[in-house]
């Protein structure tokens, strides 16, 4: 019985893609999926859960390699994600910045970082409302510095509250899960970065950094020739 299942797949000719169909036979039995692709095939996003329905974890990577970047995020994915009606985990790596023409300008950018984090926080929120049932989403984000092999994870959960007043129903709470850049306050490109806990949406679970009271300082080669 197959339960958990893992596929690299990366095709010799770009577009060679594999036919998940070749894998009905474990739909019934299959529950965590976690597929990476060198492909733009955006439609697998409509095939997984009619051929997997029972999922309850699924992780996605696309995989650009002449660019280093995944697959532009559009919010008309939600409607193919909703199918997956068991799913408690969620792991995508769609791009937001490419469009923006809002690439890193350093190895340790930390204003883009936060910049990168708050698309991905309210990408989450709406998932999280058209799937209630999900628990956990996160984002690997490829290329986040100047090497292309380069990339970081934007994790959140997904909580049930009940609010204070008589008679209310249960509300879901998208909140972020403490990254290493997170934490305290740092100094970058001439100005502080605000990358305390209290000064970052989402609720962040966790705790600032011990030196959270002093600015760090971060300097890379690429900043010094800015300021040159």
């Not at 049932?133 to 909580?159: A, N």
């Not at 129903?169 to 209290?198: D, H, I, P």
Request: hydrophobic content about 35%.
């Amino acid at each position: 019985t197959l339960v958990e299942l893992t596929i690299e797949n990366s095709p010799k000719n770009l577009g060679a893609d594999l036919d998940l169909n070749l894998l009905r036979d474990a739909g019934q039995t299959l529950r965590v999926f976690n597929y990476e692709m060198r492909s733009h095939d955006d439609g697998i996003l409509e095939a997984i859960p009619q051929i997997f329905p029972h999922l309850k974890e699924l992780a996605l990577t696309w995989s650009r390699i002449t660019v280093g970047y995944s697959l532009r995020w559009k919010d008309s994915y939600i409607p193919s994600l909703t199918k997956n009606r068991n799913l408690v985990g969620l792991r995508l790596s769609s791009d937001f910045e490419e469009d923006l023409d809002d690439a890193v300008r350093s190895d340790e950018d930390y204003a883009w970082y936060i910049r990168c984090y708050k698309r991905r926080l309210e990408a989450t929120k709406k998932i999280s409302e058209a799937m209630p049932h999900l628990r956990k989403c996160s984002w690997l984000q490829l290329r986040v510095g100047q090497r292309i092999d380069s990339s970081m994870t934007h994790p959140f959960v997904v909580e049930e509250r009940v609010p204070n007043h008589q008679g209310a129903q249960l509300v879901l709470v998208v909140r972020g899960v403490k990254q290493y850049w997170m934490g305290a306050n740092v100094r970058s490109w001439g100005k502080t970065v605000k990358c305390k806990l209290e000064d970052l949406p989402g609720e962040i679970v966790g705790e600032n950094n011990q030196d959270a009271d002093e600015d760090l300082t971060h300097t890379s080669d690429e900043e010094d020739d800015f300021y040159d």
